[in-house]
Structures are given as structure tokens and as C-alpha cells.
């Protein structure tokens, strides 16, 4: 069995964990993981409140979170860690020692700057988190919640520059072969003490995704009331825009508000039997909150492409018009041209449209920005799409299109 066979079953079973571990050279690239902070050595302090917030400026994620943490002792100085995966394509020495697809890593407490250090250490496990965040045995997993295995003997076991390469060299295949631990010095003072974490990343790629990103939630499960008692997740992912989340920490989409415009549905991944849920924002973002959040899975976001899926239709029957409208109706996502273009030339019987289908094709740009037809038929069609947002403020005269946009729009209206 291939190790992407293998990665694709822990995936069915994990969702997030291994999705890591499904890319090689030929799939896409993982780059960073965002995650929690964590007391490296055993402590009674509590998270009292935690805002997370996670915005996309391109392609690159800006993470901010804030932090309430609650010391029921006198004064106290605890070593608090960052764990970062390392990334699946290769660079790993890039910007050595720091993990080279994070930027601007910066930690605030009680209104001070906090340097920090950065270790290397050995992954627990070749699938990214697949044991380590989800152990079988109840034991190993309240034992990941107090004191990481890289922390003996009152310090932190790091590897040499020379001791991280030969791991790479040994374990070649391993999806993440060694993690970099961001720490710090943190005094907290009894009572009420705050922390503000900030940090970039860019964004992983892989086939059948224009992005994708992992947050591992459950390593906030290892402070002293392992759990969140007051959560708040605000995700920004850009106007215009649609993307997935795994249904891993929250029971389906009545768990998460809408902060801006835009609408909440279900959809399939991969194939797969479990739905994800499914938003499209016109503007605006989603936002969690949960009290007493004791988190049981790590957050997924992907933004699918809709030429993928209509590529992997032609594995299971000859290209149409009928399938070309449903795929656009129900999980356009995309405008790429120039995949348009590969895909129609790839199929042995290229589809043949009526000059209404062309006109529909035509329109979805204006469709994806909310535009209401004056057309009943048209708004009929369209209101029946799991993306589509109708707000009657928007006219063609208002709405900017993009350069992919208005070539999509000439591409279907010359009949091609």
C-alpha cells in the first residue's frame, strides 16, 4: 500500500490530523499549522477566556489571540511553548532555527514584550498529530495534556541543526519529522493575567484545493482546567468567499453566527460520506463561541475548486452540458480560465451548450456577488445554489468584477 493510500485512510478516520500526511511533491505543500500555547511544565494555571482570531490577507493567515489566564497561587514563573510542525515540501532548514513559514511571531503579557527561544524536537508519530492529539489509550492522552515528552530533567531536550537534518535523512517520507517549540519565560502574577499571541503563516496548497489550513485546538486541553472556559473563534476569510470546516469540535452549523452577509450549508469532501459545513460569505466572517470548551477535534478550512470536481467527472462518465451546469450551480467556487480551458480540451466529447446554458454560465460572476435577477427563470436557477447570497443592494453597475471575472463573462458570451 502506497503511503498516500495510507495517509487517505487515516484521514477518513481522523479528518485533520492526517491530512498532512496525504500530500507529496506531486499533491501540494504543507507549509505551517497554527496551534495553542501550552505549559510546558506541569502547572494549576487555568484559561479563563480565549478570543482566536484568524484572518486571510492573500495568502498568507494573520493569527491573533487573546488570552485571560487565571493563577490561583502566589507570583509564578512557568515556560510556555508554541509547538509548529515542521513543513512537507522539503525546506525545512529555510530561515533555520525559526519554522520558515511563520512570520512575526510575538508574544505580549500584562502589557510586556516576551523574547522567546526556539528548540527543535523530535514528532511523536509519522502522520501529523494522528496519536499525539488523538491517542487510543486514555493514560497517553491525559499524559499529552501535562508535560510534553520533550521536557526532562527541568529543561527542554533540543536537537542540534545537525541532529534535525539526519532525522530527515532517516525518516524520508515522514510527514512531519520534527516539530519547532517556540518558548518563553512567562511570570504570572496571582489572579488575572493576559497574554496576546500573534503570528502569519502562509497557506498550505494541494490538489483539489486553492488553499487549506489546520489549527490544533486540543493542545489548550493540557492547562490545569483542561479546557477553555469562555471560547471565541472569529474567522475572516475575505469577501466573496466560499470555503469548508471539518465538523470535528462543534455538531453542525447552528454552532457558528454569521458576523457579515453571507449564508451556511452542508457538502461532501473527497467523495466522503461526512459533511462538512459549508459557507459562502459575500462579506463579512463566522464566529464560535462556546463556554466551558473542552476541544475533542482540531480545526480544518478548505477552499475547494470546482474544476477539480468537474475533472474527476470524466473518470466515471462521458462530459455534459447536464453535468457542467449542476457542478457550477452547486459548488462553484473557482473562476480559473485557463483551467476551463485544459479541462474542455481533456474530455474525449466535449460538451455541447444551448445558448441558454451559456447564458447561465455567463452570470455567475454576478451571481457570486449577490446579484438578484429581474429574470424570474434566472433567479429561479440560481436561488437553488448552496452558495448563493441574493442582496438586492447590489446592480451590475456597483459590482467590480475581477480581470478572471470579466474574462470568464466574454469566454461563455462568445459561445465557446
Not at 506541569?42 to 479563563?48: A, G, L, M, P
Amino acid at each position: 500500500m502506497t503511503i498516500f493510500a495510507i495517509m487517505k485512510k487515516i484521514l477518513l478516520l481522523l479528518v485533520i490530523c492526517a491530512a498532512v500526511g496525504r500530500l507529496n511533491a506531486n499533491d501540494g505543500a504543507f507549509y505551517a499549522a497554527g496551534n495553542q500555547l501550552i505549559p510546558i511544565n506541569e502547572t494549576d494555571i487555568r484559561v479563563q477566556k480565549e478570543i482566536l482570531t484568524i484572518n486571510r490577507v492573500g495568502k498568507q493567515l494573520e493569527v491573533t489571540v487573546y488570552y485571560e489566564f487565571f493563577n490561583p497561587v502566589g507570583e509564578k514563573d512557568l515556560l510556555v511553548g508554541f509547538e509548529a510542525p515542521s513543513p512537507y515540501n522539503g525546506e525545512y532548514f529555510r530561515n533555520f532555527p525559526e519554522q520558515p513559514y511563520m512570520h512575526d511571531f510575538k508574544v505580549v503579557m500584562n502589557g510586556k514584550d516576551l523574547p522567546y527561544e526556539i528548540a527543535h524536537v523530535y514528532h511523536l508519530v509519522a502522520a501529523y498529530g494522528a496519536s499525539y492529539y488523538f491517542p487510543d489509550n486514555q493514560e497517553q492522552k491525559n499524559k499529552n495534556f501535562i508535560t510534553p515528552d520533550y521536557f526532562q530533567h527541568g529543561k527542554i531536550q533540543s536537537l542540534t541543526s545537525k541532529q534535525c537534518k539526519d532525522t530527515v535523512e532517516k525518516n524520508e517520507g515522514m510527514t512531519c519529522p520534527f516539530h519547532y517549540v517556540y518558548h518563553f519565560k512567562a511570570h504570572f502574577n496571582k489572579g488575572l493575567n493576559i497574554i496576546q499571541h500573534t503570528y502569519k503563516y502562509e497557506l498550505s496548497i494541494r490538489v483539489g484545493d486553492e488553499y487549506w489550513f489546520d489549527y490544533i485546538l486540543t493542545a489548550a486541553n493540557r492547562w490545569a482546567n483542561h479546557q477553555i472556559d469562555d471560547f471565541t473563534l472569529n474567522i475572516n476569510m475575505g469577501d466573496c468567499e466560499s470555503f469548508t470546516i471539518a465538523p470535528t469540535f462543534f455538531k453542525d452549523n447552528t454552532d457558528w453566527t454569521l458576523t457579515g452577509v453571507g449564508k451556511k450549508n452542508y457538502t461532501t469532501i473527497d467523495g466522503g460520506e461526512q459533511q462538512w459545513s459549508f459557507f459562502h460569505i459575500q462579506k463579512g466572517g463566522i464566529s464560535f463561541h462556546q463556554q466551558n470548551f473542552h476541544p475533542e477535534g482540531e480545526l480544518s478550512i478548505r477552499k475547494p475548486m470546482v474544476v477539480h470536481w468537474l475533472w474527476q467527472q470524466k473518470k466515471y462518465a462521458s462530459a455534459n452540458a447536464s453535468q457542467w451546469m449542476k457542478a457550477f450551480q452547486w459548488e462553484y467556487t473557482e473562476l480559473d480560465i485557463a483551467a476551463v480551458n485544459r479541462l474542455l480540451e481533456g474530455f474525449s466529447d466535449n460538451p455541447t451548450f444551448t445558448q441558454a446554458q451559456r447564458n447561465i454560465l455567463k452570470q455567475f460572476p454576478l451571481v457570486y456577488h449577490g446579484y438578484v435577477f429581474p429574470d424570474k427563470k434566472l433567479q429561479k436557477y440560481f436561488s437553488k445554489a448552496n452558495w448563493y447570497s441574493p442582496d438586492p443592494a447590489y446592480n451590475p453597475d456597483s459590482i467590480i468584477l475581477t480581470d478572471k471575472e470579466k474574462e470568464w463573462m466574454k469566454y461563455w458570451e462568445q459561445g465557446k
